[in-house]
């Protein structure tokens, strides 16, 4: 069964990066996007972006290119780069893995996330 | 494509059905989960697919829908039901989430 563990620093300065990091322990690394999501009592959850194990990424263009997912296979890790954060970045930041639903073609398929991590809760204070 | 979950709480009894609705502002087929997230937790996955029950999860929810409207439907309320539902969608891009349901007890 797979588990997500997260890490990563809590508090913030505005215009830092942000970091985090989520291990994947169980279940294959492959074959499957793993995800970033965060929850704020403002926005609600908000789908970050996603990565597979050959580095293909998905973002949401809302976070106007500041976030940036990188992989590790080598370690079955994945992590969450913020750049420039601010006071609006403050949220529970969620990793995810996100696995095959819909097949819409030969190689494509629709993702939807079946586990999550247990969250990082980031602040963004000066 | 944005999901509109209504309504934002619904109080209902133990025991009773209780009825949620997600609507999308386009076509999401029926690529649409739901999720069940407590106080303090992450998320957990009850329905994917709009229909399709994730493993171990009870019987008494169940899902349906495609194109816009959605349900979730609980059939009988047991204390561990209570908690906070969200609607999201994997269909458009970029992936979203609809803004909640809170379940209270009656």
């Known amino acids: 069964q797979v588990q997500l563990q997260q890490w990563g620093a809590g508090l913030l300065k505005p215009s830092e990066t942000l970091s985090l990091t989520c291990a994947v322990y169980?279940?294959?690394?492959?074959?499957?996007?793993w995800t970033w999501i965060r929850q704020s009592p403002g926005k609600g959850l908000e789908w970050i972006g996603e990565?597979?194990?050959?580095?293909?990424?998905n973002y949401n263009p809302s976070l106007r290119s500041r976030a940036i997912i990188s992989v590790d296979t080598s370690k079955n890790q994945f992590s969450l780069r913020l750049i420039s954060v601010t006071a609006a970045d403050t949220a529970v930041y969620y990793c995810?893995?996100?696995?095959?639903?819909?097949?819409?073609?030969?190689?494509?398929?629709?993702?939807?996330?079946?586990?999550w991590g247990r969250g990082t809760t980031v602040a963004v204070s000066s | 494509t944005v999901l509109t979950q209504s309504p934002a709480t619904l109080p209902v009894s133990p025991g009773e059905r209780a009825t949620l609705s997600c609507r999308a502002s386009?076509?999401?087929?029926?690529?649409l989960a739901w999720y069940q997230q407590k106080a303090g937790q992450a998320p957990r996955l009850l329905i994917y697919?709009?229909?399709t029950r994730a493993t171990g999860i009870p019987a008494r929810f169940s899902g349906s829908g495609s194109g816009t409207e959605f349900t979730l439907t609980i059939s009988s309320l047991q204390s561990e039901d209570f908690a906070v539902y969200y609607c999201?969608?994997?269909?458009?891009?970029?992936?979203?989430f609809g803004q909640g349901t809170k379940l209270e007890i009656k």
């Open positions: 995810a893995r996100s696995v095959k639903g819909e097949r819409l073609g030969r190689d494509f398929y629709l993702y939807y996330i079946d586990v």
């Open positions: 697919g709009a229909s």
């Open positions: 169980g279940g294959s690394f492959s074959g499957n996007f």
């Open positions: 990565i597979n194990h050959s580095g293909g990424t």
């Open positions: 386009q076509s999401v087929s029926t690529n």
């Open positions: 999201q969608q994997y269909n458009n891009w970029p992936k979203t």
